[in-house]
């Protein structure tokens, strides 16, 4: 994937594009606003929420422990992967020992960051999603572009579109003459899954959450589709983040109250469905979770950074971001876009690595909107500066870029009186050439010439001030 700023700008010539996240993202924030205007406690439910995950990873690996026992006394095997391979490994082997060679997910953004379905197309499985979003995006062999609604960049036109054309060779075809009525859409995209759904042997779910104490799963989602996969299949294996982890059920309480109201603006979401092991003749009768790391302890061992980790995956910071409203999540290059995904990619995978994840720090406004969008208090424009200084050490040594050398000149020129005088009196001549009015009514510069046009290309110069401060002081002789 290109660097953020190449992508960014590629996304934005596309109109269709931002009309269609624009409307999208607006219409939630607005759900969202008034079902959060109903609780008047919900500064301190979001207080409560940091704590308890905050207290949670000071003590994760009780936690994990816990968990992992009482999944096992209820009848779960319990695997551990360190990485995606591991995790991808695991799945592979469990399909190739049922015999099967098609599984149903529910949305799980642990698979799609190992990269689940690739890794069980070399071993001959399909995997077929089974959230309308992710049917969307797979038939139309796309990126999700939101952690909620995967495919909010297709408009109702575009659907029809995809599920004509590609739904006769994934199974069962589009009904004739389909129109982009949302409910025949819908109705399309349950009757080609019932038929998977029915077939199915095997299920590949995520988890929202996984109480400790109890050793239970729990998923929340608006369709029904995963209470579907997560009975009907004789096995089920659910990979899930090790900081998916909550003590108990009183701890969880809190979360399922803020995530719907974060997430879809809804008070309570339809379907909420938690499973503890296996039951003789009941739902599934072979349980596998895999309690996945992927660089969650990388995070965690980030004394700033570990805060990420509190994400309950809501999407109420993509929903407010400015960036993200423009840009789309393709741009982030990552299944986590948007603000947290602009944190959490780089705590996961590191600094340093590749390009394109040193550059997501930098997309951003620092404007602060998805701080307060966060249920969970995640202080993302903190966390975006902090890596933006981890980003700047992993890249020291080389020829020195442009910001760097412009740091150095800056720094020059303030630490020595005479020098500043110097520069203040050519920025009063700089004055007379601003002659474009801003937003605001203040003067402004135009282009600077290469390299400053790498700066002034994206954003506007204001004209320096006809006077100093220090020469105003001296004139008013104070």
């Given at each position: 994937?290109?660097?953020?700023?190449?992508?960014?700008?590629?996304?934005?010539?596309?109109?269709?594009?931002?009309?269609?996240?624009?409307?999208?993202?607006?219409?939630?924030?607005?759900?969202?606003?008034?079902?959060?205007?109903?609780?008047?406690?919900?500064?301190?439910?979001?207080?409560?929420g940091a704590a308890i995950?905050?207290?949670?990873?000071?003590?994760?690996?009780?936690?994990?422990?816990?968990?992992?026992?009482?999944?096992?006394?209820?009848?779960?095997?319990?695997?551990?992967?360190?990485?995606?391979?591991?995790?991808?490994?695991?799945?592979?082997?469990?399909?190739?020992?049922?015999?099967?060679?098609?599984?149903?997910?529910?949305?799980?953004?642990?698979?799609?960051?190992i990269g689940l379905n690739e890794a069980l197309a070399e071993h001959g499985v399909t995997a077929w999603e089974t959230d309308l979003a992710e049917l969307i995006v797979q038939l139309g062999d796309d990126l999700p572009s939101h952690i909620l609604v995967p495919a909010i960049h297709r408009n109702r036109a575009e659907i029809r579109e995809i599920f004509r054309r590609e739904m006769a060779t994934a199974g069962r075809p589009a009904p004739e003459g389909l129109t982009d009525d949302p409910a025949e859409l819908a109705g399309a995209a349950r009757l080609h899954l019932r038929e998977k759904f029915l077939r199915a042997k095997m299920a590949v779910s995520g988890a929202n959450f996984a109480v400790a104490e109890s050793g239970t799963l729990v998923v929340v989602e608006s369709?029904?589709?995963?209470?579907?996969?997560?009975?009907?299949?004789e096995v089920l294996v659910s990979v899930v983040g090790i900081e998916k982890v909550v003590?108990?059920?009183?701890?969880?309480?809190?979360?399922?109250?803020?995530?719907?109201?974060?997430?879809?603006?809804?008070?309570?979401?339809?379907?909420?469905?938690?499973?503890?092991?296996?039951?003789?003749?009941d739902g599934p009768q072979e349980m596998h979770v895999v309690l996945l790391d992927n660089g969650r302890t990388r995070a965690l061992a980030d004394e700033i950074g570990r805060q990420a980790l509190r994400c309950i995956r809501c999407s109420a910071c993509l929903n407010v971001c400015p960036v993200y409203e423009r840009t789309g999540g393709h741009a982030y290059g990552s299944v986590y876009p948007g603000p947290i995904g602009a944190i959490l990619n780089p705590l996961l995978k590191g600094v340093g690595v590749d390009e394109q994840t040193d550059s997501l720090p930098y997309a951003s406004s620092l404007c602060g909107a998805c701080f307060e969008a966060c249920?969970?208090?995640?202080?993302?424009?903190?966390?975006?500066?902090?890596?933006?200084?981890?980003?700047?050490?992993?890249?020291?040594?080389?020829?020195?870029?442009?910001?760097?050398?412009?740091?150095?000149?800056?720094?020059?020129?303030?630490?020595?009186?005479?020098?500043?005088?110097?520069?203040?009196?050519?920025?009063?001549?700089?004055?007379r050439f601003g002659r474009r009015v801003l937003p605001g009514g203040r003067r402004g510069l135009s282009r600077l010439p290469w390299p400053g046009s790498l700066w002034t290309n994206a954003r506007d110069l204001p004209a320096p001030p006809r006077e100093s401060f220090r020469a105003w002081w001296r004139r008013e002789k104070r």
């Open positions: 994937m290109p660097a953020f700023p190449a992508a960014a700008r590629e996304a934005l010539a596309d109109t269709q594009l931002r009309r269609n996240l624009a409307h999208a993202t607006g219409t939630i924030r607005g759900k969202r606003a008034a079902v959060v205007a109903e609780v008047a406690e919900w500064e301190e439910l979001r207080l409560a995950k905050d207290n949670t990873l000071r003590r994760l690996d009780e936690h994990l422990l816990t968990l992992e026992a009482a999944l096992r006394a209820r009848g779960a095997t319990v695997h551990w992967a360190r990485d995606a391979r591991e995790a991808c490994d695991v799945v592979a082997r469990i399909a190739r020992e049922h015999g099967v060679d098609e599984v149903v997910k529910v949305k799980s953004m642990a698979t799609q960051e369709e029904g589709n995963g209470r579907m996969c997560l009975t009907l299949p003590p108990t059920w009183s701890d969880l309480d809190v979360f399922l109250q803020l995530l719907p109201r974060s997430s879809t603006g809804e008070r309570m979401n339809p379907y909420t469905s938690t499973w503890s092991g296996t039951t003789p003749g249920p969970v208090r995640i202080d993302i424009p903190e966390v975006l500066v902090h890596l933006r200084s981890r980003v700047v050490d992993a890249q020291r040594g080389g020829p020195p870029k442009p910001e760097a050398v412009a740091m150095k000149a800056a720094s020059w020129v303030l630490s020595d009186a005479r020098r500043l005088g110097l520069a203040e009196r050519g920025l009063s001549l700089a004055h």
